[in-house]
Structure formats: structure tokens, C-alpha cells
């Protein structure tokens, strides 16, 4: 019984020993900001290598918490979007005189949304949301002296706040008509009556808050423009990817009665934000405001790949998530080191800029064509797999507007990939030395989206451990 | 004992959090949008707690549920302060009509 604990929770407990690790050593020794980072480093690989090994799956605290295969799969996903993160930001971390408390947070949130992604009951769902979701505003503020940080997390606190309440409302509407909290419970008693209905609708906005679905993308274009760009990158990809798991779980087990409804739902909601995702993310200058659209324009992908509810695409789900955080995590590697070493961020400073650095540019390029979904790349794997899952049902309305917005989504991105290697510019961003930790971080996500697109075995792999609805 | 029927504290309970939302989209100073959320918020602990005592009182999931909300929002107002501190220190205004550097 007590080694169940050990073994069962094995994640969770890694990352708590090592947030005390941290908080100790920040309170009782003097390291220098360089000690500490590859401290941290060796700390969260480790944290990844312990993920592969010794896994069970079951079920603790009566139903509370469980976990299986698939999920430590996807907490492996996150732990590996944790240490790229963490490499990618050590330049700008460096000057920095907060180094314990950037990563104290970080983990934070890291530990929340391993709780939300095993939780077994809507409570801990809730504790494990909230965990993933404060400690972000509070990194988004970590430029301290910028206005644009704090109007950023301003912002980000705000939105989520009311998304959360919007959630509860829906939670406590659910617990008055079912009476219980339970996922395995609530699956057997809900039923298509309107109350539980309005709860779905408060549930999927509060969902749709947090991964920016289209009527909820508000805030999503500010608080990555004005947010650290570490922290941008944190948020576009691990937190987003966290919440679209426990996402799919939720709509296809507790809400597997409402079926129909939510399949309605989803199809308007995904048509909406692949639609603004994309026209917006056309007129926008500031390149890490164009990330953030073309990141709402992915998650309209997603939602396409989500109506199957096949076992095809719940594996399709977690496969884009994993080319997602190489694919974007190496376009945001490339903007935090120049951001960080020069301080641009618009498109325009990119001109010229294959002349100064031949490497980044490459590894940028690979990047926007991965988002676009280009063959050789994963991305092409990723949305084909998302688009197959979604033509299943039949509906081919849905599946020709997202096959023509991937058109579409060419232009902006090719947009980039032209400035960088056709435009001529005549102050182009000086030749920089990439360090160790961005290096690192760099041959990870091109490797990674280059392998798991051409390996078939990691798509046959999650799609064993997959349940459809 | 039980003289109030269940929808009489719905009904507020509901009230309450349209209130909220109204405060939400319609107050410009930061720390009453605060307020604001509080006010959803505490609607929930009032829709559980009913919930929890008029129709399922042998076990005390809404009760342990609201006291966790509580808390939560504690931890989550802690934060916004701060935040919004922060952002006097750089704005000198705690108004959202004056916090506009980024826009579309």
C-alpha cells in the first residue's frame, strides 16, 4: 500500500523534492546565478530519465488520483518541454537576479499540471488547474521593470481569474445535478438535461479560456507579446499542451453522454479559431504576437483532430502536442537569443538575416515549416493525423475549410522564411555566438522534428496507448 | 429546519454571479474587478454548499469543495495584488484604460 504511493505518484514527488532542493538552496547558500542554472539543468534531466522508468498504472486515495501509461506519456512530454524551456532561457536568465524564484514557479506550475492531467476527481482537477495557472502570472510579471511585463500580467491574472470562476459555476451546477465529483461516477449520470448542458457550455469556456479558443483568445496575443519570451514559450506550448490533455480526457469519458452536443460545439468553435487564428496572424509585425496567432490557429487544428473521438484521435492529439513542442520551442529558441542579445522582435529586423547567422536562420526555418506542416517535417505528420481523425465522422464541410486554411497559414508563415533569407536589410542583426544551454535546446527540437516525423514508431506507440471514446 | 426552499438561494447564488460578471466588464479600476471575481467565486461556495445540504447531505464533497475554492482564491488574490502593485510602481494608474502598450 505504501509503495503504491512511492511508485504511483513517482512523477509528483520527483519535481516536490526537487522544488524543496531549490528553495533550500536559495535560502541557505550564496551560488552564483551560473551554479544554479546548470544545477537545475542536471536536476530536470534527471527529472525526464526517472520519467521512462519503473512506471505502473492505479489508482489511489479512493479514485482521487490515477495514472497509466498514456499519461506518464504525456508528463514525459511535459518534463521534455520543461528542460528545453529551461536550456533556452539561460541567457536571459543569467542577468537576472531572481534565478531560484524563476525556477521555484516554473516547477510550480509543472507540478500542477501533473496533478490536473492525473486527476481522478474534479476537485484535485481544480487544485492542479489553479497550481498550473497563478504561478504563471506571477513569471509573466519576471521583467520587473518593464510596463509591458506587468500590463501582461495584469492581463493574464484577470482572464484567468474569471475563467476559473466561469469553470466552478459550471463545476458546482454539475455536482447539484449529479450529486457526485468523481470522473468514473459523474460518466454514469450525466444525461443530455439542460442544466448539465449550461454547466458544459461554463466548462468549455473555462477550458476554452485556457487553451485560447477563438470567443476566449482575448488575452493570448498581449500576454505572449509582453510576457518574458521564456515564459511566452512556456505558456504557448507546455501549458497549453497540459490543459488540451486533460481536455480530451475530460470530453471523452465524463461527458461521453453528451456526445453529439459538444461534437456541434467544437465544430463551430475550431472553423472560428482557425479562421481569426490565421487572418490575424497575417497582419501582425512583432513576431512574437505572429507566434501567438499562429498558435491559436493551431489549437483550431487540434479541435478538428478532437471531434473524431476515435482512439485515432486521442493519438493524434497527443502526437501534435509532442512535434508542437519541438516545432514551436525551436522558433521561440531562436527569437528569446536574439531578443535577448539585441532586443528585436520585429519581423522587419529579420531581414538579411541567413547572411549574419546561417545556423539560426536554418533552425527558424525548419521551425515555420514544421508549423506550416511541410512533408519532411512532423508538423505534416501531425495535421494529417489530426485531419484524418476529424474526416472519420464524416463531416467534410469542417475538413475543407481547415485543409484550406493550412493553404492559407502558408502565406504568413513563408512570409517570415522570405524576410530571413530574400530581403536585403541594411542594419541586419549582428553575427551572434549561440551558447551551450540554447545550443543544446536547439539540436533537441530539430532532431525531434525531424525524428518523429520520419519514425513511425512513436506515432504506432502513442497511438497503443490511446482510448477513444 | 428547512423553511428556505433550494431555489430561493439559488437565486441569489445566481444574481450573485452575473453581478460579478456585470462588475467584471463594466468597473475600470483593477482592484474592483478583483472584487469582482471574488463575487463569482464566493456564488460557487453558495451553489455548493446548498447543493451539499439540501440534496446530498451524507457525504460533505460541496462543503470540503468551497473550503478548497476559498483557499484558492486566497492564493489567487495574494497574487493579483502584487501584480497590480507592480503595475502602479510602472503605470502610476491602477486604471486598464491606461495600461495600453499593446494593442490588437
Not at chain 1, 275 to 283: D, E, H, P, Q, S
Not at chain 1, 376 to 403: C, R
Not at chain 1, 428 to 448: N, W
Amino acid at each position: 500500500m505504501s509503495t503504491d504511493f512511492f511508485i504511483l505518484m513517482k512523477q509528483e514527488l520527483i519535481i516536490t523534492v526537487i522544488i524543496f532542493i531549490l528553495l533550500l538552496l536559495k535560502i541557505g547558500t550564496d551560488l552564483s546565478n551560473e551554479t544554479f542554472m546548470n544545477l537545475t539543468n542536471g536536476l530536470l534531466l534527471l527529472n525526464l530519465v526517472a520519467g521512462f522508468v519503473g512506471n505502473r498504472s492505479g489508482m489511489l486515495f479512493d479514485d482521487m488520483f490515477f495514472t497509466n501509461p498514456l499519461i506518464v506519456l504525456e508528463k514525459n512530454i511535459l518534463s521534455l518541454g520543461t528542460l528545453i524551456v529551461s536550456l533556452q532561457s539561460a541567457d536571459w536568465l543569467k542577468k537576472h537576479e531572481h534565478v531560484p524564484e524563476f525556477y521555484v514557479l516554473l516547477l510550480c506550475t509543472l507540478l500542477g499540471m501533473f496533478f490536473m492531467i492525473s486527476a481522478g476527481n474534479l476537485l484535485l482537477f481544480y487544485v492542479g488547474l489553479e497550481l498550473s495557472g497563478i504561478p504563471v502570472a506571477a513569471l509573466a510579471n519576471f521583467d520587473l521593470a518593464k510596463k509591458k511585463s506587468s500590463e501582461a500580467a495584469m492581463k493574464f491574472i484577470i482572464s484567468s481569474a474569471f475563467a476559473s470562476g466561469l469553470l466552478l459555476f459550471g463545476i458546482s451546477l454539475v455536482y447539484g445535478a449529479t450529486g457526485t465529483l468523481t470522473f468514473s461516477e459523474l460518466a454514469t449520470h450525466i444525461n443530455a438535461a439542460p442544466l448539465l448542458i449550461f454547466a458544459f457550455v461554463l466548462l468549455l469556456a473555462g477550458f476554452g479560456f485556457k487553451i485560447s479558443v477563438v470567443p476566449f483568445h482575448l488575452w493570448t496575443a498581449d500576454v505572449y507579446e509582453g510576457a518574458p519570451v521564456a515564459v511566452t514559450s512556456w505558456l504557448s506550448v507546455i501549458s497549453k499542451g497540459s490543459v488540451l490533455f486533460v481536455f480530451v480526457s475530460v470530453l471523452y469519458t465524463v461527458f461521453k453522454p453528451l456526445a453529439s452536443t459538444w461534437y456541434n460545439m467544437l465544430f463551430v468553435l475550431s472553423v472560428l479559431t482557425i479562421l481569426t487564428g490565421n487572418l490575424f496572424a497575417m497582419r501582425q509585425n512583432n513576431l512574437k504576437r505572429f507566434l501567438a496567432f499562429s498558435s491559436i490557429a493551431q489549437i483550431g487544428f487540434i479541435l478538428v483532430g478532437i471531434t473524431g473521438s476515435s482512439q485515432l484521435a486521442s493519438a493524434s492529439v497527443v502526437y501534435f502536442v509532442l512535434v508542437y513542442v519541438f516545432s514551436n520551442l525551436a522558433a521561440f529558441g531562436v527569437v528569446a537569443l536574439v531578443s535577448a542579445v539585441t532586443g528585436r522582435e520585429q519581423v522587419s529586423d529579420y531581414k538579411g538575416f541567413y547572411k549574419t547567422n546561417p545556423v539560426l536562420s536554418w533552425v527558424l526555418t525548419i521551425a515555420l515549416f514544421s508549423l506550416a506542416g511541410v512533408p519532411p517535417t512532423a508538423g505534416f505528420f501531425g495535421k494529417f493525423f489530426l485531419l484524418l481523425s476529424g474526416a472519420e465522422k464524416g463531416n467534410y464541410l469542417l475538413i475543407t475549410i481547415a485543409a484550406l486554411n493550412m493553404i492559407l497559414s502558408f502565406y504568413y508563415y513563408l512570409r517570415i522564411v522570405k524576410a530571413i533569407f530574400m530581403d536585403t536589410n541594411e542594419q541586419p542583426i549582428e553575427r551572434l555566438h549561440i551558447p551551450v544551454y540554447p545550443r543544446l535546446a536547439m539540436i533537441i527540437c530539430v532532431t525531434g522534428i525531424i525524428v518523429t516525423g520520419l519514425a513511425g514508431y512513436v506515432y504506432d506507440y502513442i497511438h497503443s496507448l490511446s482510448i477513444g471514446l | 429546519m428547512n423553511s428556505i426552499p433550494l431555489t430561493h438561494i439559488l437565486f441569489v447564488s445566481t444574481a450573485l454571479f452575473f453581478i460579478g460578471m456585470y462588475g467584471l466588464f463594466t468597473r475600470r479600476n483593477l482592484i474592483t474587478m478583483l472584487m469582482s471575481i471574488e463575487l463569482i467565486l464566493n456564488s460557487v461556495n453558495i451553489n455548493f454548499v446548498a447543493f451539499n445540504k439540501y440534496m446530498y447531505p451524507d457525504k460533505l464533497n460541496g462543503v470540503f469543495f468551497s473550503l478548497f475554492i476559498i483557499t484558492v482564491a486566497a492564493a489567487e488574490a495574494a497574487v493579483a495584488i502584487a501584480i497590480i502593485i507592480n503595475l502602479y510602481r510602472s503605470h502610476r494608474s491602477i486604471d486598464v484604460e491606461d495600461t495600453t502598450e499593446m494593442k490588437y
